[in-house]
């Protein structure tokens, strides 16, 4: 079985957008509380929107399941208030339910969490706990911030988040470290804010005692771990010179994806980060589209990179592929099985 921890609902029925383009606009309005709150999408629909992309480009490049969750440049937690996100959170993730009800061999479901700059994160645990316990999602995606550009909130370590935390510990659910758009025109949102929160928020875990507090709280930080890996040197000068613990220590908690577009950068991932520490992600249909003219291949084809890593061994190659996506959510295995989906192993 080959699992993507990485996927998101980015080919979704036009009728979810223009309902966010109404809700803008009752908002900017004062009217949020009047605003139609349906949308009207059929199963047909949705069958028609992923079928002719997410569903044959997953049976194609020979991938068995996805981690599937909504749009990440549309969570938009900078629009509205609390009440505004919560709304569009809940369409959004009841989306996702309804994609994976109808291809429950395919897709299994990772939530949107309602954020809303300056407030609590424990505002999200209802709508967390409606998605894992009602729907039977296995993760979700945590965005490290909810301003979308300017970064006003505590950092992901700071007690801030905590309420949040117990939560997540509490349901054994992982959280991707996931930006959203971004306001500020001096960062392009896939280009620059989303690996500026990948590389940002491993600094944050390594300068805390974040772990300490949640021995057992799991994140994946996406898109290769941003410069992380690259800097490995970097950051293991900088944790023996700030006292901390090795990076080791804060590898039993925070994990990788391999959505890194080229083979050279593959390699470089599975040569220094620990290889229990990488999960196959490719975020197709996601940021990067097209094909590579130096290889004919789409660049986010990236099970493809990895089957060419030669001197990949098979049990690490099988690990990263599925196993460590099994092992990382902790309700992945038992949410499968009441989907009617053999697990191996």
């Given amino acids: 079985m080959i699992i993507d921890c990485h996927g998101h609902y980015t080919t ?17 309005a004062g009217a949020v509380g009047g605003l139609d709150t349906k949308i009207r999408i059929s199963d047909d629909e949705i069958r028609e929107s992923l079928e002719s992309k997410q569903i044959r480009i997953q049976a194609e490049r020979g991938v068995d399941l996805t981690l599937f969750s909504p749009r990440a440049a549309h969570m938009a937690h900078h629009v509205g208030d609390a009440a505004a996100s919560e709304l569009w959170t809940r369409h959004c993730n009841d989306l996702i339910h309804r994609a ?28 967390l706990v409606r998605c894992v316990e009602e729907l ?33 510990v509490e349901l054994d659910v992982p959280a991707m470290v996931h930006t959203s758009c971004s306001c500020n025109p001096n960062f392009h949102f896939t280009g620059a804010h989303y690996i500026n929160g990948d590389t940002s928020a491993f600094m944050q875990f390594l300068d805390s005692d974040l772990f300490k507090d949640f021995p057992t709280l799991k994140f994946i930080i996406p898109h290769g771990g941003g410069a992380v890996p690259y800097h490995w040197g970097r950051y293991r000068g900088l944790a023996q010179n700030m006292g901390r613990p090795p990076l080791d220590a804060l590898m039993k908690n925070v994990f990788f994806d391999t959505c890194v577009y080229h083979q050279p950068g593959i390699e470089l991932l599975m040569t220094v980060v620990p290889p229990e520490n990488i999960l196959f992600g490719s975020e197709i249909v996601g940021a990067v589209k097209g094909i590579d003219p130096t290889t004919g291949y789409n660049y986010d084809d990236t099970k493809r990179y990895i089957d060419a890593v030669a001197w990949l061994p098979p049990q690490t190659r099988s690990k990263v592929l599925s196993g460590n996506a099994l092992q990382v959510y902790g309700r992945l295995r038992r949410q499968l099985q009441a989907q009617g989906v053999p697990v191996p192993g």
């Fill in 136 to 168: 039977g999602f296995v993760g979700c995606n945590l965005n490290p911030d909810p301003t979308d550009g300017y970064w006003t909130d505590p950092p992901l370590t700071d007690r801030h988040w905590y309420p949040l935390y117990e939560k997540m």
């Fill in 100 to 127: 994976v009800s109808l291809y429950p061999d395919r897709l299994v479901g990772v939530c949107q969490l309602p954020q809303s700059p300056g407030v609590s994160p424990a505002n999200c645990i209802p709508e």
């Fill in 12 to 28: 979704a029925p036009r009728a979810l957008v223009d309902f966010r383009e109404r809700q803008k606009a009752a908002f900017a």
